[in-house]
């Protein structure tokens, strides 16, 4: 039975009852600070994705990865399409919604979803080093941007604060910096400072596609890129 003097649990009924979705019939997350913390705390577990595949075989993580997201995508896209489905989906998970995510007209899949196909285009698409650093920029970097743009930002920068940018770059210079490289050369970190910038950059466009596909994709075909181009010597499939 749930813990009804939990905070954590009347902070949950309070947003429920005072933000709805576009159609007024659940509760969705668009403007309060604590539950954006609880959904980026949400996020920080995907951080595991990169980090047990740098241990792990490309087979033995997609076939985890794989069945996991036929689950999500096929609970995302039902619930648009069976009441009973909706029902159950927005009564568990509806406050952590924003208001694009519940959207009926669009039928808009949710961040959660977005992260497993991207994990997975990723892993498919590149070699595992720049998937790993790639991943774990979108993670730190998009959670650390969002918490403090939202607290702190006050200054345009194209779609959003100058303030979450600049710590969205200086999180991602922070992964570039323990993220593993191939020989440690200063010119793999000058290829990853380029490719965190390229990340910032992406973030803050105003684009339809969810930044959870945009990011890690910018950033994995920044680094490919410039590692053919710069440092060819280097055998980015060293990891596998």
Known sequence: MRNKNHPLNDLI?????????????????????????????IHLISLSIPVSYYFLSK???????????????????????SKP???????????????????????????????????????????????????SILIISDITSALVGRRFGKHRFIAKSLEGSAAFFFSALVVVAVSPKIEYQLGEYLIGIAA???????????????????????VGATLWILYSLLLPSLNVYILG
């Open 196 to 218: 965190a910038f390229v990340g910032t950059v992406t973030e803050a466009l105003p684009a339809d596609l969810d930044d959870n596909l945009t990011i890690p994709l910018a």
């Open 13 to 41: 009924d309070q947003v429920k009852s005072t933000q709805t979705s576009a159609g007024g019939q659940y509760p969705i997350i668009e403007y309060d600070y604590r539950i954006e913390v609880i959904r980026k705390a």
């Open 59 to 81: 087979s033995t993580v997609l076939t985890i990865l794989i069945p996991m997201t036929i689950a999500f995508l096929t609970v995302d896209i039902t619930r648009y399409y």
């Open 85 to 135: 489905v909706e029902e159950w989906f927005y009564k568990y998970f509806g406050f952590l919604l924003r208001k694009r995510e519940s959207n009926k007209k669009r039928k808009t899949l949710n961040g959660a979803t977005y992260i497993l196909i991207s994990a997975i285009i990723c892993i498919i698409i590149f070699p595992k080093i720049i998937t790993v650093t790639s991943f």
